[in-house]
């Protein structure tokens, strides 16, 4: 069975908020992209809501509620207080948790999970007792200790951060060399009892490769390419274009 795709719509709404305008709309575009058959929506909040704003959360939550009940509703974010809260509020079916700063301009390395123990445990165990899926962002070099780690903390599944396959693509080797890394950490997280995730750089041209690497593989959250891509084949045939590339 094929990887599902969440469409990330943080691309989208930063472009909404050049002007203060309503248009494009978060909410209209992500219909397209449910409607073309994508199984998700993806946010990444930030304090200074410079791309997704707190109040698209409800109506993103009621889209997927009134219109796409078998979709899924993906929260990414660093488990501050105040964005506990606000999963908590929203609910979503998911919630994956990054531990890059608020500042940065996106999520470019995994946990340190055996740093980060103390502060996740508590959390992840916070989240899980409401019914939402937890998934922990994951270096791409991430070791079985690592894992077990994110396993033990209670994660149900970790998103292996595909930045820097995404970034060498182009070098074939580079790409392999990668790819195996990816496929390493994939199996290891299936091993200790993980569900995968990827994210980051994912392009129509480099997802078969990954996801023949990573046959595992349960998901793929995806904003920026295929926004990029939506510019030249509209958001509907973009989704199609990113479907049919994660049969591999």
């Known amino acids: 069975m094929a990887a599902k795709l969440s469409v990330n719509l943080n691309a989208v709404a930063m472009l909404r908020n050049r002007r203060d305008l309503p248009w494009p709309s ?3 575009l992500g219909r397209i ?6 199984h998700g929506l993806t946010v990444h ?3 200074d809501q410079r791309h997704i704003r707190l109040s698209d959360l409800p109506e993103i939550r009621a889209l997927i509620d009134d ?3 078998e979709a899924e509703f993906n929260i990414e974010g660093y488990p501050t207080e105040d964005f506990l809260a606000l999963v908590e509020e929203t609910q979503p079916e998911q919630v994956t948790l990054v531990p890059d700063d608020p500042t940065q301009a996106t999520s470019d390395h995994g946990w340190p999970f055996q740093a980060s123990r103390e502060l996740l445990t508590p959390v992840v165990k916070r989240l899980r007792s409401q019914g939402m899926r937890v998934s922990l962002f994951c270096d ?3 070791g079985e200790e690592d894992l077990a780690i994110a396993r033990e903390i209670g994660a149900d599944r970790v998103e292996i951060y595909t930045g820097p396959y995404g970034g060498c693509f182009d070098d074939s080797e580079k790409a392999g060399k990668s790819l195996k890394e990816i496929e390493k950490v994939g199996l290891t997280a299936s091993v200790v009892g993980l569900g995968v995730n990827a994210g980051h750089d994912l392009t129509v ?3 078969p490769p990954l996801v023949r690497a990573l046959p595992n593989l349960d998901e793929v959250s995806i904003g920026h390419g295929l926004t990029a891509d939506a510019l030249e ?3 509907a045939k973009s ?9 591999g």
Do not use: I, S
């Open 233 to 235: 084949h509209g958001m």
């Open 205 to 207: 041209a480099n997802l």
């Open 33 to 38: 992209a449910l409607q073309a058959g994508a």
């Open 45 to 47: 909040p930030r304090p």
């Open 140 to 142: 791409p070099d991430a």
């Open 67 to 69: 219109e796409f009940p």
């Open 239 to 247: 989704v199609e274009r990113f479907l049919a590339a994660l049969k």
């Open 26 to 28: 978060v909410t209209g």
